[in-house]
């Protein structure tokens, strides 16, 4: 253990030592984290790096010509009679039976980041020494409980995921988003004792965790439903966020929590953007009209970048003590139109990179990069990042289709479905690790006092909504009779179940978890475990009431699937088989393929395209829809046999490995492709 700590290499023999040679390996910690050092410890040290405070004490492997010497023949038995050495091995003799993982890793980076060392020896009073060995031995402690605070952390994000996992496939029988299981999951690992309190580098939450979430909101969005909604997307987005930020921050002052305006506007910021994920997983599954999720998903891209502008404007605020409406939108304008300028470059030079390289892992790493690039470069030059994100979403979402092969975009998908799912796991265990600090923080406030104030900002920001979106629905209408031309009224029951899907979610907590924790002055943010603490009682009541009764609501609204998913699906397939005919009639006059093969290939297409046109007839039943649905029952029962088969052949050692996974991926993809085909 010695030998690997790389202190001392007694006994061992010099052939080991020539990669040590070059090096200087500081002891600080080992010396002041002893209790007692032996006068005569300091033979082992160079006397002219022998002073307290910044120097490099140091133990030489091999001695040069101003050090003391030290016989690397030594025998151990001699080196034991000295009385730092001793004391180091039956240290570490001990600490090796007990905990031997935590201890190695903390004494190692230990060693290794710090060399401030302090032993008395020459040219230093024994008090001086004493004080300077009390000062490092506090900080070494500190240093291996953030470092065994770390190993606890692992563990405990690993099991939430890990729960998370499991119970996701039972979300998904009872109709519960899995933001809802992340939320009581975060609350019960909050209630664990013995974890570590977690206080989190605001500066990490935002660039490690927003932009792929960002990104992959805008990649999936359809810019043309976008911008025939743009104008009802554009009333929530930011009159709505607006709205609700300023009446949060009302309702803030009016409680009397003795917050100053600019923080009850940052909380008001945090709280404003409802997220779409939890909205869209209940009602897709419900089978509603296509606008109201493509409002409701336009709405949660552009209301990100609102929010998260007006929460950077009052953290401004905060510093200076000062606002000024004109300089803000002044100032909105500029990082706006920047931060689109940037995302859009950045896209164009991924676009232009992935153009050129031919691999599927590279590419889907590259869009991976990209989302991170474009918001960190629109940060650093004084733009806002999520605009910058967006943008590049966008753009990405437009192009890469066009640009990459199928397995490349079979791997993006997968891949970023991971990836997503990981952060909102690590986001939500992070909020559940810090509330046992944040609810330390919170002393001074009763538990009366706190759920009167959750139960207040909650209701505040629930009512908020519904009293934008009827105005917001219908007062246009009436002022401009053109648009009422153009976009009839919408029902009643729609609008309400518009409201009633303001859920929020992950950008709200990461807006939160990145509140800084001292202002420039060095002081404690104010009022910070308190907005952290209303922003969590925000989330969880707004994902589980609305989550669990969204569904009955939709029910006794009578709302239903107009069918232009379906309508659509039938149109393109139906364009593609008769793509698929034509270019088999051509390929019929250059004789490129036997006549028979393309009269078969013809056939089975023809055949394939009346089916498709029978889902378009207004008909209860179809004999061809029918036919074809149980000729795809019967190829997944064929491919069950054939899966069975492959691994049976694995089994036996017939076939390599490689083999196995090779054509076991042909079956995926074939599988997949039967079971996301529904005309």
Known sequence: ?????????????????PQIKSQTIPCTEVAAALPTVDEGSTTWFHPASAHCGRSQLLCEAVPD??????????????????????????????????????????????VILHCTCCS???GRQPAEAIACQSRNRREFSEEATRLSMGIHLIEATLLLLFLTTIAVPWAGRIG??????????????????????????????????????????????????????????????????????????????????????????????????????????????????????????????????????????????????????????????????GGAAVGLLVAVCGIFIVRRLKDSLAETTLTLVTSFAAYILAEHWGFSGVISTVVGGLYYGRKIPMVTSAET???AEASWGTVLFIINGLVFTLIGLQMPAVMAGLESYSWRQLIVYGATISVVVI?????????????PRK?????????????WGVVTALGWAGMRGIVSLAAALSIPLTLPSGEAFP????????????????????ATTLPWLMRWLDIKDGGENRRDEAVARLALAEAVVREIDSLKRVSQFPAELLQNTSRRYKRRLQTIQSNLEPTAFSPLFDEDQTLRRLTRILLVAERKELVSLRQKAVIHDEIFFQLSRELDIEETRLRGQRI
């Open 527 to 546: 009022s910070r475990p308190l907005l952290i603490f209303l922003t969590y009682v925000v989330i969880l009541v707004t994902l589980v009431i609305p």
């Open 479 to 491: 002022l401009f009779p053109s648009i009422a031309r153009k976009d009839p009224l919408p029902p």
């Open 1 to 17: 253990m010695l030998g690997q700590l790389g202190l001392f290499m007694v006994g061992e023999p010099t052939t080991r030592w």
């Open 409 to 411: 975009r079979i791997t």
């Open 65 to 110: 010509s101003q050090g003391v010497p030290f016989s690397s023949s030594q025998s151990i038995k001699s080196l034991r009679s000295l009385p730092l050495l001793q004391h180091l091995i039956d240290e570490l003799v001990l600490e090796a039976v007990d905990r031997v993982f935590e201890t190695v890793l903390s004494s190692l980076a230990i």
């Open 176 to 337: 519960l988003p899995t933001e809802i299981l992340l939320v009581f999951g975060s609350l019960a690992l909050s209630l664990l004792p013995g974890l570590p309190p977690l206080i989190l580098d605001p500066t990490v939450v935002f660039t490690l965790f927003l932009p792929p979430i960002l990104f992959a909101a805008a990649y999936f969005t359809s810019w043309r439903d976008f911008k025939q909604n743009r104008r009802p997307i554009f009333l929530l987005a930011f009159g709505l966020v607006l709205f609700t930020t300023t009446l949060v921050a009302v309702a803030v002052r009016a409680l009397g929590l003795g917050v100053s305006w600019p923080v009850a506007f940052l909380l008001g910021a945090i709280v404003s953007p409802p997220d779409a994920s939890a909205a869209t997983a209940v009602i897709r599954k419900l089978g509603v009209p296509r606008r109201l999720v493509t409002i409701i998903e336009g709405e949660s891209l552009v209301n990100d970048a609102t929010a998260l502008v007006a929460y950077r404007f009052a953290l401004v605020a905060i510093v200076t003590g000062s606002f000024s409406l004109s300089a803000a939108i002044l100032r909105f304008v500029v990082v706006a139109s």
């Open 120 to 122: 008395p020896g020459l």
């Open 463 to 475: 009512a908020v909504r519904f009293i934008w979106v009827f105005p917001a629905a219908y007062l």
